[in-house]
Structure formats: structure tokens, C-alpha cells
């Protein structure tokens, strides 16, 4: 089972930021959170991952609670073609575990 | 960098014949690559664990007779669905790890009639 928590469905307004939380108050001190995101009929696309520290890339925000039992990613300016399924995964360290996979949160962006 | 292909992206085919889906990493090597399957409106379910020169693991409740995996080269996984019926209809994803990350492949959708 997963061992995240999302809400299966958010709106954001187009331009705006998106902020999606995730709950994962059973992680353990080696595994990371990471964030993929699945647009209709195509394969999951990595985001963003991070251990304990707030991360940034080209394209999300992660951040991360002191006690790292939930996080947040954050899409800054959300655009139409940022409506996908989210997911928020807990894993340890490295590319050969398996990523368990829970229901995600539909964020819908709205013109 | 990170690109993970393949093919095809689409097959029909008739009950009762096999049907070969190859994962590729274009631009870096992976000794482990995972296959996955999604069904509508579902999350995705692991099926099988590929590792490079060696035999698949499958999750439970996967025929490792009926999905045969083959991981012959650090570049290259191979999924074989045989004697596919109608239920084995589904959309098929692999991934490949690279440093602390996997990489998704775009899928393929199988539809057997």
C-alpha cells in the first residue's frame, strides 16, 4: 500500500500557483519524497524529489515539513497543460526500489 | 538527458497470439528496469522488476510464464505478453533508474480482441 496521502482532486486558475499537499507521516529517515506527474494516456514524468531540505528545479518547489511528515509541491505558474494526475511517493534512496504507487491528485487548471 | 523509449506505442491484436514490448534507455545504461500496468482510472501496479543479466522478480499475483521479461542488454528490456486475451488489455509503462531517479517511458496500449 502507499504510504501517502493526497487529495484525489484540486483546481488552480491558469497563471496561478498550484500547491499540492501530501501527507506521509510514516516515512522513514532514508526515504526521500518524490513527485511524478501523469498527463491523460502518457507515462509518469519525474518533477522533483528531496530528503529533508526544500528543493527547487525548472520546473516545482518542494517543500518539506521540519518533522517530514507531509510535504508540499508547488507549481508556481500554473498552466493548462499542468492538468495531470499528481503523485507523491516515499521511497528509499536510489533508482532500483520500486515506487509504490497511490491515487494521486487530479489537478485541473482553469482558464 | 534521462529519455526512456517504447514500442510500439499501440497494438491490436487477435486472442491468443504474443505480443513483444521493448523499453529502451536512449541516453544513459540501467541495470534495473521496472515494468508496470494501468488500467483505466487506476494507478499503476507494479508487475516485475528487470535486472540486467539475470531473471526477473514478479510481484504476486503476475504469471511470470504468461509475461516474459528479458533484460539482455544495460539498455534494453523486453516484455512478451503470450497468448494474450481480451483481460490482458491494458496500457503497459517500463522505467529505467538513472543516479537516485527513475525515468518513465511514454507506454504502450495493448488491446486485444
Known amino acids: 500500500d502507499a504510504k501517502t496521502t493526497q487529495p484525489p482532486s484540486m483546481d488552480c486558475a491558469e497563471g496561478r500557483a498550484a500547491n499540492l499537499p501530501c501527507n506521509h507521516s510514516t516515512i522513514s529517515g532514508n526515504e526521500y519524497v518524490y513527485w511524478y506527474r501523469q498527463i491523460h494516456s502518457q507515462g509518469p514524468q519525474y518533477i522533483i524529489h528531496?530528503?529533508?531540505?526544500?528543493e527547487t528545479n525548472e520546473m516545482a518547489s518542494l517543500i518539506i515539513t521540519e518533522d517530514r511528515k507531509s510535504s508540499t509541491l508547488i507549481l508556481p505558474h500554473a498552466t493548462l497543460r499542468d492538468t495531470a494526475v499528481y503523485y507523491c511517493i516515499v521511497s528509499p534512496w536510489g533508482s532500483n526500489y520500486q515506487l509504490i504507487w497511490g491515487a494521486g491528485t487530479k489537478l485541473i487548471i482553469k482558464p | 538527458g534521462a529519455v526512456v523509449s517504447q514500442h510500439p506505442s499501440w497494438v491490436i491484436c487477435k486472442s491468443g497470439t504474443s505480443v513483444k514490448i521493448e523499453c529502451r534507455s536512449l541516453?544513459?545504461?540501467?541495470?534495473?528496469m521496472f515494468w508496470y500496468r494501468q488500467f483505466p482510472k487506476q494507478s499503476l501496479m507494479l508487475m516485475a522488476t528487470s535486472n540486467e543479466g539475470s531473471k526477473a522478480t514478479y510481484e504476486q499475483g503476475v504469471e511470470k510464464d504468461k509475461f516474459l521479461i528479458n533484460h539482455a542488454s544495460l539498455t534494453l528490456s523486453t516484455l512478451t505478453v503470450t497468448s494474450a486475451h481480451p483481460e490482458d488489455s491494458s496500457f503497459y509503462i517500463c522505467?529505467?533508474?538513472?543516479?537516485?531517479?527513475?525515468?518513465f517511458g511514454p507506454g504502450t496500449r495493448l488491446l486485444v480482441l
Open positions: 541516453d544513459f545504461q540501467a541495470t534495473t
Open positions: 522505467s529505467a533508474g538513472r543516479e537516485e531517479t527513475q525515468y
Open positions: 528531496g530528503l529533508k531540505n526544500n
